[in-house]
C-alpha cells in the first residue's frame, strides 16, 4: 500500500456504529406496519413482531459473525470475494450500490410525501423534484465534511423520530384501554404476515459497509447488529401494544399511527408522529448517503474501481469523490420522476447480498478446517427465509435485477483491473 496516501480515521465508537443499523431497519415501517399487523392477526400483533425477530435472527447473527473477521470497508463486497472470488465480489457491491442510489431518491420522494401534510405546497407539481434534490444535495453536503458530523447529525435526526413514538408509548400506559385476551391467528395468516415483519428489519446490514471508520470493527459491529435487531424488535412490539391499547379500530386508515396519536396526545402528538415519519425516513437515507460512498472507497481499496473513488479529502478525512459522486447521481435520479421502476428492485438486490454473505460463512470455516454446527444451521436458515422472500418479488423487479448483472458483469472486466491494495486475509 502506498505509504502517502491519506486514509479516512476510524472515529466512531460503538453508539455511533449502533446508529446505521438502527437507522437501517427504522424508515417509513415503523409508522404503517404496526395498522397491518393490528388489521391481519389483531392483538396478536406484537407477538407476531417478536416471531418475525425470533426468524430474523439468524440472518443477523451471519452477518454478525462474518463483521468480525473483517475490519475494512466494504461489507458483502469482501465476504463475496474472500469466499468466491472478485467478480462475486464485485457483483454484490455494484448491484447493492447501484439499487442504494435509486432507493435515496424513492425514499426522499416519501419523506417530501409526509412534509406535505404539513407543508401543503411540497407536493404540488414540479415541486417535489426540487425538493428532493435538495435534500439529498444536503445529506451530500454534511457527508462531505467529514465522518463526526456525519455520525453526530444522525444521532440528532434519530432523536427527533424516536421521542415521539417513545411519547406514544407512554401515553398508551394512560389510555385506559383493554387489548383484551391474546387470540392465535390461524396459521395461514402467520404464514402471510411474517413476511411483512421481514420487512420491518431488512436495512441493518447498512453497517458493515463503512467498518472503515470504525474504531473497533470486529467487536463493535457484530454487537450493534445483535443489539439493534434485538431492540427495534422490542421497540416495534411497543408500538404494535400502544397502538392496540389506545385506537385499534385506526388500523383501516391512512396514516394510521398519526390517529393514535392524537387520540392520546392531541393535535400536537399526531403533528409530532408526522414529524418524526418525516425524519425517520431522513435518518434512514442518511445513514445510506454515508455507508454507501464508503462501499465505494472499499471496492476501490480492493482495486475494483478506479482509484479516482479512493480519494480522501486532506483536511475533512472523508472518501471526497465517493461521497460526491454518490451525492450526484442520487439528486439526478431525485429530480426524474420515473426512476420507480429502478428502486424496485433495491429490495431483490440486498436479499442477494443475503444470501452472498450467509453463504460464505461457511465456505470460509471450511478452509479453515472446521464448520461450527450453530453457524451451519443459521446460514441454512437465513439462506431459505432469503429466497423465500425472493421468490415473492414481482417479474418487474427480476428484470431490473438481471439488467444490473449484466450492466456490473461488463463494469468488472472495464474497471476491476486494478491490484488490490490490501491482501484479504482479515479472515
Known amino acids: 500500500m502506498d505509504s502517502t496516501k491519506i486514509a479516512p480515521p476510524r472515529t466512531v465508537g460503538f453508539w455511533g456504529t449502533s446508529l446505521f443499523p438502527l437507522n437501517g431497519m427504522i424508515g417509513a415501517g415503523i409508522f404503517a406496519l404496526p395498522a397491518v ?40 463486497v469482501l465476504y463475496g470475494e474472500a469466499a468466491f472470488g472478485r467478480f462475486v465480489g464485485f457483483q454484490a457491491g455494484w448491484a447493492r450500490y447501484a439499487s442504494a442510489i435509486v432507493t435515496a431518491a424513492a425514499n426522499m420522494h416519501v419523506m417530501i410525501a ?34 463526526r458530523a456525519s455520525v453526530g447529525t444522525l444521532g440528532v435526526m434519530t432523536a427527533i423520530k424516536l421521542l415521539p413514538l417513545g411519547a406514544l408509548i407512554v401515553s398508551a400506559l394512560f ?15 402467520v404464514e402471510t404476515v411474517v413476511l411483512l415483519t421481514f420487512y420491518a428489519f431488512i436495512g441493518f446490514e ?13 467487536r463493535d459491529v457484530p454487537l450493534s447488529i445483535v443489539t439493534m435487531v434485538s431492540g427495534v424488535t422490542l421497540l416495534y412490539m411497543a408500538i404494535i401494544w400502544a397502538f392496540n ?36 425516513i431522513g435518518a434512514n437515507n442518511f445513514a445510506s448517503g454515508v455507508a454507501q460512498p464508503r462501499l465505494m472507497y472499499g471496492m476501490a ?18 472518501p471526497f469523490n465517493a461521497i460526491l459522486f454518490y451525492g ?8 426524474w420522476e420515473g426512476f420507480e421502476v429502478l428502486a424496485i428492485a433495491g429490495t431483490l438486490v440486498r436479499l442477494v447480498t443475503y444470501v452472498v454473505t450467509s453463504c460464505a460463512l461457511p465456505v470460509l470455516e471450511h478452509r479453515e478446517g472446521r ?57
Not at 453497517?207 to 470486529?218: D, I, L, Q, S, T
Not at 475494483?304 to 480519494?311: I, K, N, Q, R, T
Not at 461450527?372 to 431490473?400: D, E, G, R, T
Request: charged fraction near 10%; hydrophobic fraction near 55%; aromatic fraction near 12%.
Open 245 to 280: 391499547a389506545i385506537g385499534p379500530e385506526f388500523a383501516g386508515e391512512d396514516n394510521a399511527l398519526a390517529g393514535v396519536a392524537g387520540a392520546s396526545m392531541g393535535q400536537l402528538g399526531s403533528l409530532a408522529i408526522v414529524i418524526a415519519a418525516s425524519f425517520s
Open 301 to 318: 481499496e480492493r482495486g475494483m474501481l478506479p482509484w479516482w473513488f479512493e480519494y480522501v479529502h486532506p483536511r475533512f478525512l472523508t
Open 206 to 218: 447498512g453497517v458493515v459497509e463503512a467498518a472503515g471508520e470504525f474504531k473497533h470493527p470486529k
Open 371 to 427: 464448520i461450527v454446527p450453530l453457524h451451519l444451521f443459521c446460514v441454512i436458515f437465513a439462506v431459505a427465509s432469503s429466497l423465500f422472500i425472493a421468490a415473492q418479488a414481482q417479474a418487474q423487479s427480476w428484470l431490473v435485477f438481471g439488467g444490473l448483472l449484466i450492466a456490473g458483469t461488463l463494469l468488472y472486466f472495464i474497471a476491476a483491473r486494478q491490484k488490490p491494495e490490501y491482501p484479504l486475509d482479515e479472515a
Open 37 to 76: 399487523l393490528v388489521a391481519a392477526v389483531g392483538n396478536f400483533a406484537p407477538w407476531m413482531m417478536l416471531v418475525g425477530g425470533i426468524l430474523f435472527l439468524p440472518l443477523a447473527l451471519c452477518y454478525a459473525w462474518m463483521a468480525s473477521r473483517f475490519e475494512h470497508s466494504g461489507g458483502s
Open 175 to 189: 389510555a385506559g384501554g383493554d387489548t383484551g385476551a391474546v387470540t392465535l391467528p390461524q396459521f395461514s395468516q
Open 114 to 147: 409526509y412534509l406535505a401534510a404539513i407543508f401543503p405546497w411540497l407536493g404540488e407539481p414540479g415541486v417535489t423534484p426540487v425538493a428532493a434534490g435538495i435534500g439529498l444535495a444536503l445529506i451530500t453536503i454534511v457527508n462531505l465534511y467529514g465522518m
Open 328 to 335: 450526484v447521481a442520487a439528486v439526478l435520479f431525485g429530480l
